[in-house]
């Protein structure tokens, strides 16, 4: 490396040498450490005494700028090729360094742990924040671990009302057999979506957000932010949900001890407002008391489980048998081992719409995920064993009721009779009661078929299983009550929806959203006080439903598209059954309600048709993105295997822009015609050393590509750096494209500074053309009367980073101004220049005149044009040469092929004129316009020439002047015709003449296309395709 110079700095102990702390310096300066000088006194591999650390010597015998792996460097990664903090940069190990002194003289107090690992400085606060080490100004915020934290929260959620009230009449109704078969196929459905759960938030570090930041992150923000809006939503509503349900059960209390409020409705809104506000209070007291309020309600249903268990093995009482309550009896069992349907909801499905519910609320430990200290281990491991063990309680109640209990009991003592009794039918006569009477009414009030409080009823101590059913209800509401505002906080925080960033604000340690509480508050009190909770439950039923759906599909679709970034370490997860779970949560939406299946449906595509529309500028390297690189990849991988074929050519355009921002003409009049048609590729040529331009090139592409974008331009922006033009198109030509997608035309501005110009300059523009040419490209060179190079108008408003080339007008090359700061930001948020391309034309004209035979591209692209809705009004005209004396046949033939073509152009001229003599005067200002370019070597011999034009090849000698006087009076004749017929037109298409190359000095072609163009106020495009057909009226 190449010695660098020494500021004053205190001596380490070798002259030359910097000690590490000055190598590394500090992280707030941006950059990474210095490299030593080469003419060190020293020997590098002899170990040196460091002021602070001598970690780097003692590990690799050597002072050296590299730095050992280290957690920091990898912290809030957001995107491929950003600097990461503490790790020098590739120029820092690979450049010369010019030694900034101020950064030098930066005071480094202890940069090594004994680890080896860097100290987080202050820009590691947002880390520190989230629970990383060294903050010690500001009180730990309050995390949880796995059972606290996940699988106690999510059995709460799990276990509700159902469990007590509801499994023993499906118990009944399906018989033990089928119920097991109803559990097992919910909980199936539940596993497959815990193991997606697993999968994901082992997949990275979890923050805050739970089900929302998990397929937001994975699916990205378009199905992300509308499953997080309507599961927040749910969430709230759920509060109102279960907070009636225990408002219901107190009421029925109140009833039975004639102890009313009001009345039965009101009694369910007051007594459910004053509950969900005692919530709120728990809640807004921080995540600590709701956690103990958590497991106090754990306890009583453990308490009230117990109970239930120990009350079956209990003998029965007389008033529990009349009841139908037997204790344990294998008779019992067999009878209610098979089905019994009975009533409407008589059926499996319609069971096991019943049941599903009570299966869900899984993600409840997933939706604290920022409040736990490890999610990536807490949440695989809570909620599968949540899942467990709610599995479990289900099986064991089903079973031991179903043993215990008959389906029809009267109540009455009075049944009670002598076994074997005659007129006895139904299971119960074995145990000497008789419930024939009612069985057969169908009038009976007690037994699984029939009361719903068999639990209560079962169990040793009835009023533990109404303290169970409050705790149920309670804990439910209590974790859809942190759940709703903890998810529509993460998603204020990415404003992917408008109007909703004030509730994303967090208070306290633990950012505690106290407006998303409050929020949802007031959506819970308003849904008790409507207290119409049947027609919302099907669609809250739906949304959660949505949400497994999409949680399933984000572990398959992120598996599927081979990501190298998806390494989840938790392994036990398969693609296919998570395709399974989301399949089978969208048929099970459709059984539980299906409208209210359909009203999801529509709400979530409504929302996803949004954020499509906003496109917000989030980037989280989701699965989509992903995808889309999969499937670019996949079709332009077969597209080479696709022979090519004049009916799918396609006009693939490499334009030479130069910075696009610098030529919009150019950029939109080739963006009309290739927008959802073909490829477009922004080249720019950096002229400059390499060294110097390379960190121009990585700055800029990202602002340029933002600009075209903005333009709603699609196309592509690459760049090149080189010593001269000409070299720097030549390998845009050469290796431009990917596969069957590379450019066929190379569209650039035409030169207007021409005479003016180096000679070189002119040299490397024709020999562009040539180039473009000798590799089969067709050429398309544009001329506006007003310039296409706006430049010195921007540089005129705004420091940008480019100024005008040293070719100004061909749309190519670009060099950096001196002295200025690259800003993409700067760049893609620029005014935007408008053009004649952006506007509507009305009923004018493009005038095409196909001279010559080109295989139809002059033909092609303002047929391209002219399908654009700003183009659509107008008229196209054709004009061709032809004979005075034989006018109309040839126009016949040309409007026979172009019917052919199909192109829809009616309207053709013949040119009879075309050969007529110029006008004096234009004759003469086209001899004017060559004469600083000629040779004037008087016809001498071919040797005598060329030993004259040694040095200056673009002169032109006589003899050239004299062979190519044909074509260089129909050039003049061309521009008169031009002006006659077509001053009126809004787009001008010529074949230009080409120059046959070693024979046609470049000064004559450039005054062919001077005079073929000038003074017209239409654009003119000069095409000229590559003689091979673009167009075909065959069908094979």
């Known amino acids: 490396m190449a010695e660098l110079p020494i500021p004053d700095v205190p001596p380490a102990r070798c002259s030359g040498r910097f000690t590490i702390s000055t190598l590394l310096g500090m992280e707030e300066a941006g950059r990474g450490p210095y490299t030593p000088t080469e003419g060190s006194s020293c020997d590098s591999a002899q170990p040196t005494q460091l002021s602070s650390s001598t970690l780097y010597t003692r590990t690799f015998g050597y002072n050296t700028v590299d730095v050992v792996p280290a957690y920091e460097h990898y912290a809030n990664s957001k995107g491929v090729g950003n600097p990461r903090k503490g790790r020098p940069s590739l120029a820092d190990l690979h450049s010369i360094l010019k030694p900034d002194p101020s950064r030098l003289h930066t005071p480094v107090s202890d940069v090594q742990h004994s680890n080896g690992l860097p100290e987080a400085g202050p820009e590691a606060g947002l880390e520190e924040a989230e629970g990383e080490p060294g903050r010690d100004s500001e009180p730990e915020p309050v995390r949880f671990g796995w059972v606290k934290g996940v699988m106690i929260r999510c059995m709460l959620n799990i276990w509700g009302v159902i469990l007590y009230l509801r499994l023993p009449w499906i118990t009944a109704q399906a018989g033990i057999a089928l119920t097991w078969l109803i559990i097992l196929m919910s909980v199936t459905v539940t596993t497959i979506t815990g193991l997606s ?43 109102a949900m279960h907070t009636v349900g225990f408002a219901e059960t107190v009421r029925d209390l109140l009833q039975e001890h004639n102890s009313l409020i009001v009345d039965p409705t009101n009694d369910i809104r007051i007594i459910g407002v004053i509950t969900v506000t005692v919530l709120l209070g728990i809640s807004l007291a921080g995540m600590e008391w709701e956690a103990k309020a958590q497991i106090l309600f754990f306890l009583v249903i453990l308490v009230s489980f117990i109970n239930y268990l120990v009350g079956t093995v209990i003998p029965a009482t007389a008033e529990k048998q009349a009841k139908g309550f037997f204790s344990y009896r294998a008779d019992i069992f067999a009878q209610n081992f098979v089905p019994n349907w009975r009533g409407p909801e008589g059926s499996f499905f319609g069971l096991f719409s019943i049941f599903f519910p009570s299966a869900t609320g899984i993600l409840a430990g997933a939706n604290i995920s920022g409040d736990l200290k490890d999610p990536a281990m807490a949440i695989p491991k809570g909620t599968l064993m949540a899942i467990f063990w709610t599995t479990m309680s289900y099986l064991v109640l089903s079973a031991t009721i179903g043993a215990c209990v008959v389906r029809d009991a009267s109540g009455s003592l009075n049944d009670s009779v002598a076994v074997g009794s005659p007129g006895c039918e139904g299971l119960a006569c074995s145990f000497g009661w008789n419930f024939t009477a009612c069985a057969q009414q169908q009038s009976c009030r007690y037994g699984l078929s029939n009361y719903y409080q068999s639990m209560s009823m079962v169990s040793g101590f009835g009023p533990l299983i109404t303290a169970g059913i409050f705790g149920a209800t309670l804990s439910s509401a209590l974790a859809c009550l942190v759940s709703a505002p903890k998810v529509f906080q993460c998603l204020c925080k990415d404003q992917l929806y408008p109007l909703i960033g004030f509730f994303g604000k967090g208070y306290g340690r633990n950012s505690e959203p106290i407006r998303g509480y409050m929020l949802t508050y007031v959506i819970a009190v308003g849904f008790i006080l409507i207290a119409e909770l049947n027609a919302i439950a099907p669609i809250i039923s739906n949304f959660f439903l949505c949400s497994y759906a999409l949680i399933n599909f984000s572990c398959f679709h992120a598996s599927i598209t081979n990501s190298p970034g998806w390494r989840p370490s938790f392994r036990y997860y398969s693609k296919w059954a998570a395709l399974f779970g989301a399949a089978v949560s969208v048929v099970i939406m459709f059984l539980l309600t299906w409208w209210a299946a359909l009203i999801a449906f529509g709400i979530v595509i409504f929302l996803l048709g949004y954020v499509l529309y906003k496109k917000p500028d989030v980037n989280w390297g989701s699965s989509m993105q992903a995808s889309s690189y999969n499937m670019a990849l996949n079709y332009s991988v077969g597209l080479s295997e696709v022979d090519e074929h004049i009916k799918n050519y396609r006009p693939q355009c490499l334009v030479l822009t130069g910075p696009p921002n610098f030529r919009p003409a150019l950029v939109d009049f080739v963006g009309t015609f290739t927008k959802n048609l073909s490829l477009m590729l922004c080249g720019n040529v950096l002229i400059g050393p390499r060294k110097q331009k390379m960190p121009e090139s990585w700055l800029m592409a990202d602002g340029h590509t933002k600009w075209l974008m903005k333009r709603k331009i699609k196309a592509f922006y690459t760049d090149v750096v080189a010593e001269d033009l000409r070299s720097g198109v030549q390998m845009l030509i050469q290796a431009a494209g990917l596969g069957k997608m590379r450019p066929n035309i190379l569209v650039l501005g035409y030169k207007r500074n021409w005479r003016t110009a180096s000679p070189q300059s002119l040299e490397d523009y024709v020999g562009i053309l040539h180039d473009a040419f000798d590799f089969k490209y067709g050429v398309c060179v544009m001329r506006m009367k007003e310039g296409l190079n706006v430049s010195r108008v921007l540089q005129a408003h705004v420091n940008l980073t480019f100024e005008a080339a040293e070719h100004p007008e061909n749309g ?225």
């Open 197 to 239: 759960i697993s999968a994901i938030s082992t997949n990275g570090k979890v923050k805050s957000g739970g089900t929302y930041f998990l397929i937001s992150r994975s699916l990205g923000p378009e199905l992300g932010g509308s499953i997080g809006l309507i599961f927040a939503f749910a969430n709230a509503v759920a509060v």
């Open 812 to 1036: 190519t090359g670009s060099r950096a101004a001196p002295g200025t700061a690259a800003d993409p930001t700067t760049l893609a948020s620029e005014q935007q220049a408008s053009t004649i391309f952006q506007s509507k034309q009305g009923k004018k004209t493009i005038d095409i005149y196909w001279l010559f035979d080109d295989g139809g591209l002059t033909l092609l692209i303002p047929y391209l044009l002219g399908r654009k809705k700003r183009w659509g009004k107008c008229k196209i005209r054709v004009f061709v040469g032809g004979q005075i004396n034989r006018m109309d046949e040839e126009r016949k033939a040309i409007v026979s092929l172009l019917s052919k073509f199909r192109l829809g152009f009616h309207e053709v001229h013949i040119l009879p004129d075309i050969n007529q003599k110029p006008r004096p005067e234009h004759i003469k200002r086209f001899d004017e316009l060559i004469a600083p370019f000629r040779l004037n070597d008087g016809f001498k011999d071919e040797a005598t020439v060329n030993e004259m034009r040694q040095g200056c090849p673009w002169k032109i000698s006589d003899e050239e002047v004299d062979k190519n006087r044909a074509k260089s009076l129909r050039q003049v004749r061309l521009n008169e015709i031009l002006r006659d017929y077509s001053r009126d037109a809004a787009l001008i298409a010529i074949t230009p003449p080409i120059g046959r190359k070693g024979r046609c000095p470049s000064s004559l072609y450039m005054a062919w296309l001077e005079t073929l163009s000038q003074d017209l106020r239409p654009p003119i495009i000069l095409t000229r395709g590559n003689q091979e057909n673009v167009l075909t009226f065959y069908c094979q």
